[in-house]
């Protein structure tokens, strides 16, 4: 069973740039893929963006394509990370994060396991 932490969130003003980090733990990294989830307040839960496990495949929500980078390392001794690169922020971007895994893969459904969120907050 696979552990997830995410880290790398806060505050940034509009136009600025975060980077978010899930590190995985417990099981074999290379077998997962991964998904980016975020949840405002009010709001449910929507998809972000995912990567299959091998990284050959990369999907993103139309609401950041083209300014947010998902990615991976999957090499032997590397870091069991998924990043997630956030660029050109908007105040509708503010929201906590979710890092999930699955061995099977989910685009933009339902993960068998999820980090605990890290918030990222934006300001006008």
């Known amino acids: 069973q696979v552990q997830l932490v995410e880290s790398g969130g806060g505050l940034v003003q509009a136009g600025g740039s975060l980077r978010l980090s899930c590190a995985a733990s417990g099981g074999t990294f290379s077998m997962y893929n991964m998904g980016w989830f975020r949840q405002a307040p009010g709001k449910e839960r929507e998809f972000v963006a995912a990567?299959?496990?091998?990284?050959?495949?990369?999907?993103?929500?139309d609401s950041v394509k083209g300014r947010f980078t998902i990615s991976r390392e999957n090499a032997k001794n590397a870091k069991n990370t998924v990043y997630l690169q956030m660029n050109s922020l908007k105040p509708e971007d503010s929201a906590v994060y979710y890092c999930a895994a699955d061995t099977v893969f989910r685009g933009a459904g339902s993960y068998d396991y999820w980090g605990q969120g890290i918030q990222v907050t934006v300001s006008s």
């Open positions: 990567i299959t496990w091998s990284g050959g495949s990369i999907y993103y929500a």
